[in-house]
């Protein structure tokens, strides 16, 4: 499964794919998953010259696209010349985000609602025969990303989540004002109401493992088998960080550098975020909060380290993340100290470890989780300001289906 995840999240990488990701599906990012920060990461890169005003987007585009884009950047030089050529006084007063969402819609076979009345709401006509041109041009960019290390990868994430998550959002409000039929609006997962986790696996084809899925997460941990288990080794330090809002939770992106090892494998932390109240329970209970620290290893597998948040003391460490909170959703704020995750975690670090999924849209599987038996305490303003942002976004507990739950002694 990840594998497979994986490779499309990587040949996400062509501009054309990317942005229309962005506009069709504005909020399929899933928390859980580092393969959808690393392809919004590209996105990014490629989104830039495309909102620049029309008239400086030829001179631009060379320029402003690194080299990870020299897969992309033929398909942008097809979008170029209408632009440049065309730019008009009209034109150039107008939204240039319109401007660009017109013309990969024109590109994509879609066509602009007449009654949108210039919002920016794009229809896709069903057009069997003009499939999405970007579709196969990521093949050089796929075999290209495989070539980066962990760390280039990261730090292209690191450094561009930003404005892609903004552009996201951007592309979702403006979609929602008329947009009761738009793709973006049918694939709005949330926590409740029409888009809520009963609906996830009808949002989107790419999202049917959240209803068919037979290993999926969270669950209520109880009935595991004592056993010697090694100890998860952390490998973590002092980072820097940027808080990230995707209208799903409080995302912290940390630099790379910080691993775990776990049944004999490394894995390296990607990012961690929140859940309120904590997704996982133990033997039936429920915490106030948990934190999901998302690791990879190089095979792209996911492994997942839950620490449970216990109301009490302040959590220093979740004060430094909350000082630097977005006040928009879809903003990230870049920390000007750096954080050591080793004070997130319990001392005592017996855990529990099982197979299962994303908690979030795509709702992949395949992902190792250890979960801290220990929680760690964070205080009752602390959890109150979470709150604020999000009083609930805890995905029910799925079925365990017989699956066997290890825990350390
Ligand atoms: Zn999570």
Redesign the pocket.
């Known amino acids: 499964m990840p594998t497979s995840y994986f490779s499309r999240s990587l040949l996400a990488c062509a501009v054309v794919v990317a942005v229309t990701a962005a506009l069709l599906s504005p909020s399929a990012n899933a928390?859980?998953a580092p393969a959808a920060t690393a392809a919004t990461a590209k996105k990014t890169e490629v989104k830039k010259p495309e909102i620049k005003p029309v008239g400086e987007a030829s001179a631009v585009v060379p320029a402003a696209v690194p080299a990870v884009a020299t897969a992309v950047a033929p398909t942008i030089a097809t979008a170029v010349p209408t632009a440049t050529a065309t730019a008009t006084t009209t034109r150039e007063r107008r939204d240039p985000l319109d401007i660009v969402r017109e013309r990969l819609a024109e590109k994509l076979g879609a066509g602009r609602s007449t009654s949108s009345g210039g919002s920016g709401v794009i229809r896709v006509i069903s057009n069997p025969s003009s499939a999405p041109p970007a579709v196969p041009t990521p093949a050089p960019a796929a075999a290209r990303s495989k070539a980066y290390s962990t760390h280039a990868t990261h730090t292209t994430q690191a450094t561009s989540h930003s404005s892609t998550a903004k552009a996201a959002a951007d592309a979702h409000r403006a979609a929602v004002p008329d947009g009761h039929s738009t793709a973006a609006h049918a694939a709005h997962w949330d926590y409740q109401g029409e888009g809520g986790p009963q609906a996830w696996a009808q949002l989107k084809n790419e999202f049917a493992t959240c209803g068919t899925g037979k290993r999926q997460s969270p669950i209520d941990i109880r009935d595991g088998i004592k056993v010697q288990l090694d100890s998860v080794q952390f490998d973590y330090r002092s980072s820097n960080f940027r808080v990230l809002d995707n209208g799903h939770t409080v995302q912290v992106n940390v630099a790379p550098g910080n691993f775990i090892e776990v049944t004999g494998k490394r894995f390296e932390l990607q990012q961690f975020?929140f859940?309120r109240p904590s997704?996982e329970r133990i033997n039936g209970r429920l915490f106030d909060m948990v934190a999901?620290l998302v690791h990879k290893d190089i095979e792209g597998r996911l492994a997942v380290v839950a620490v449970l948040l216990d109301r009490g003391n302040a959590q220093p460490l979740v004060q430094a993340i909350w000082n630097n909170l977005p006040l928009e959703k879809g903003d990230e704020v870049i920390a000007r100290l750096p954080l050591d995750l080793n004070e997130l975690l319990p001392t005592e670090r017996s855990y529990y470890t099982y197979m299962g999924s994303l908690?979030?849209p795509p709702c992949s599987e395949g992902v190792l989780w250890m979960v801290m038996k220990t929680p760690v305490t964070i205080s009752a303003e602390q959890i109150a300001i979470f709150s604020k942002l999000y009083p609930m976004n805890a995905r029910p507990i799925q079925s365990g289906s017989g699956r066997l739950i290890k825990e350390s002694n």
Request: hydrophobic share 0%; charged share 25%; proline share 0%.
């Open positions: 928390n859980d975020h859940h997704e999901h908690t979030t």
